[in-house]
């Protein structure tokens, strides 16, 4: 077979590989919109924040004109992580009189389980940089520079749900 | 007692030399940072130490070996974002996928294919982290092109990874690498 036979075979492989992720995601997005009901509304991807237990806005890739990029270098692996502070995001979506100090955030990740809780207190100081970063796989994980979520293994991957419960 | 037919498939040499490019891309991976905040940005050195080894090492299966032993390196010493499994399916992806191509495209001193083997493998690594993602229902993608982005980062690095690897293998030739080797074997 000839070299120019072998690079086209293989360019049509790397290309139906890349058509499958993207169709079949294309695809779960759909689905997820559909079986979404009530919330409808929803954009495939987007996280919705509750707040008391009601679902009173969605983080919404629309709305990144409107944030501004933060960035930092994280301590333990000398990593950048560049993306959207939980600050800016929860003050462009929630009244004022819902963020007080010691108001509720858990940041949660069903599929992985996981969750993160915090205070707006901590969310507020900006030199604990809890932040959004955008993961290879596109979907957004919480990092920070505060202690308890300072490595891979605290962070919160594929975040799909923020809670804010005001006491 | 008779030893298995694929015992002696790799020598003991051929072995510590797999062994120690495995080492040496988890290392890489660990140590080297680019100023590059794109997906798949350490397919640059990742692809290109692993099409090193297909050379150094050749003889089918030497790039599943390398995948798997740093897949191994790589879970116990806690690398990537989403778990043991997934960082040695992953570095055992990208091994298993340039043995894949190599089957089509075996001339890894070759530029155009050794970059299309360096594409193909990187992304290997990357649809084993979607199958996982998709499998344990993880969110669709925040941005409508966030998928896309990291599909094309992913070939596009690994790609540039290859032909790094293939300009590293012309140089280890002429430097007389490869006839000094064949003497060890």
């Keep these: 077979m000839s070299q120019t036979k072998r690079l086209l075979i293989g360019i049509v492989i790397l290309g139906g590989l890349a058509g499958l992720v993207l169709s079949v995601e294309m695809w779960r997005g759909a689905a997820l919109a559909q079986s979404a009901g009530a919330e409808a509304t929803l954009t495939p991807g987007a996280v919705p924040i509750y707040l008391q237990g009601q679902r009173v806005a969605a983080f919404e890739p629309a709305d990144l004109e409107r944030l501004p990029l933060a960035n930092f270098v994280e301590p333990v692996e000398n990593k950048t992580q560049e993306g959207w502070l939980l600050y800016d995001v929860l003050r462009l979506y929630l009244p004022e009189e819902a963020l007080l100090a010691d108001t509720q955030v858990r940041v949660i990740s069903t599929s992985r389980g996981k969750s993160a809780e915090l205070t707006w207190g901590e969310i507020a100081d900006l030199k604990n940089m809890v932040m959004f970063d955008l993961s290879g796989r596109g979907t957004l994980k919480l990092v920070s520079l505060l202690d308890r979520l300072a490595t891979r293994d605290q962070w919160v991957q594929d975040t799909d749900r923020i809670e804010v419960n005001v006491p | ?185």
Excluded at chain 2, 30 to 38: A, D
Aim: aromatic share 10%; hydrophobic share 60%.
């Design chain 2, 1 to 185: 007692m008779t030893r298995p037919a694929w015992s002696g498939y790799f020598s003991t040499f051929q072995l510590i030399l797999l062994a120690l490019f495995s080492a040496l891309i988890v290392v890489a991976k660990i140590v080297l940072r680019t100023p590059l905040q794109l997906p798949g940005h350490t397919g640059i050195f990742w692809m290109a130490i692993m099409l090193v080894a297909t050379r150094v090492v050749p003889r089918r299966g030497a790039a599943s070996v390398v995948g798997v032993t740093s897949g191994i390196m790589a879970a116990f010493l806690g690398a990537g974002d989403f778990g043991a499994l997934n960082t040695f399916l992953s570095y055992t992806a990208v091994g298993v996928g340039v043995d894949l191509a190599m089957l089509l495209l075996p001339n890894m001193e070759n530029l155009p294919q050794a970059a299309l083997v360096g594409a193909l493998g990187h992304t290997g690594k990357f649809l084993v982290k979607w199958v996982i993602g998709v499998v344990a229902q993880a969110p669709v993608g925040f941005l409508a092109l966030g998928l896309a982005r990291s599909i094309a980062g992913y070939i596009v690095f690994g790609a540039l990874g290859g032909v790094l690897g293939a300009l590293t293998l012309l140089a280890l030739r002429r430097a007389g690498y490869f006839a000094y080797l064949a003497e060890k074997k």
